[in-house]
């Protein structure tokens, strides 16, 4: 699931593979995947691929005064392929192909087909409702007074961290990280914080570059389907806590969970499964 820091590892590996290839043909083999119609994706075709950027966990390939504006969704994947794709993939979105042979390829994995792209103008990207609509971005992290107001909401902190109109590019495995390494609970609420909890929470932000870094190092300039994420607590449940050994306990909701340690998050105490209280009420 692709969020900033994977997101933001994409565009700059994108960006330094594509600068200068020029689009020989584009398409989309997802009946749904394009939101917009006019241009149409064939009005890429010569073009020089300037520049590949992320806006919060949205990559955007810029193609002199257009711009592929992209949302993975939860299963979405941008990538370069040497070669051409087969027609039979039946994960392929959109194709652009480039005059050396090479191809960017979005491609969607599962059964759900919810990433979508479109094709705007370059100067038109930021005012496009999923961009305007954008928090600001959590890495690099807004000043801590910026922060202290964008989470001052009484809402708990896991979906507030992760409303993009809040605060843009945290999802649902940093999430767990981020409130892990400031020792609060996924169940608090923004509004209840006490300004050190607050700055706390700001300086755990920090995961999220350490995470870039980390990817750095470790990604190869062709990128793998799979970017394994360095996560420490998120869907680590049952395994010890790295930093004072508790079990990482979870709990579940419908399509996501979350994860923390009792110790150091909610003073010992293990929360009820989300799950099975709905279904007792
Ligand atoms: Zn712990």
């Known amino acids: 699931m692709p969020e900033l820091p994977e997101v933001e590892i994409t565009a700059r590996r994108l960006d330094a593979a594509l600068r200068g290839a020029r689009v020989e043909s584009a398409l989309a083999p997802g009946m749904n995947v394009m939101k917009t119609f006019e241009p149409p994706l064939e009005a890429l075709v010569g073009r020089e691929l300037a520049r590949v950027r992320r806006v919060g966990k949205m990559p955007v390939v810029e193609l002199g005064d257009l711009a592929l504006l992209i949302h993975l969704m939860s299963a979405g ?14 994960a392929s979105r959109v194709l652009v192909r480039l005059e050396d042979g ?41 000043p801590l007074d910026v922060f202290a107001r964008l989470i001052d909401l009484p809402r708990h ?10 605060i843009s590019g945290i999802g649902r495995s940093w999430v767990d990280e981020i409130l892990w390494e400031a020792k609060l609970s996924p169940f608090r609420k923004g509004s209840e914080l006490t300004p050190e909890e607050v700055e706390r929470l700001h300086a755990a932000l920090h995961v999220l570059g350490d995470a870039i870094d980390h990817y ?8 793998p389907d799979k970017v394994p994420m360095p996560l420490k607590i998120h869907k680590r449940e049952g395994q010890p806590c790295p930093r004072c050994g508790t079990t990482i306990e979870a709990v579940y909701f419908s399509e996501h969970q979350t994860n923390y340690c009792p110790e150091e998050q ?16």
Do not use: Y
Request: aromatic share 4%.
């Open 157 to 166: 902190l896991h979906p507030l961290l992760r409303h993009q109109a809040d």
């Open 102 to 142: 090479r191809e960017l390829r979005l491609r969607e994995f599962g059964t759900k087909q919810r990433a979508w792209a479109k094709l705007l103008p370059t100067d038109a990207v930021d005012d496009d409702e999923s961009v305007a609509r954008l928090g600001p971005q959590a890495w690099p992290a807004p």
């Open 266 to 281: 909610t003073g010992g105490r293990v929360l009820k499964d989300r799950r099975l209280s709905r279904l007792l009420k």
């Open 216 to 223: 750095e190092e470790t990604i190869p300039e062709q990128l």
């Open 77 to 90: 994947r941008l990538r370069l392929f040497d070669k051409r794709a087969s027609p039979k993939d039946r």
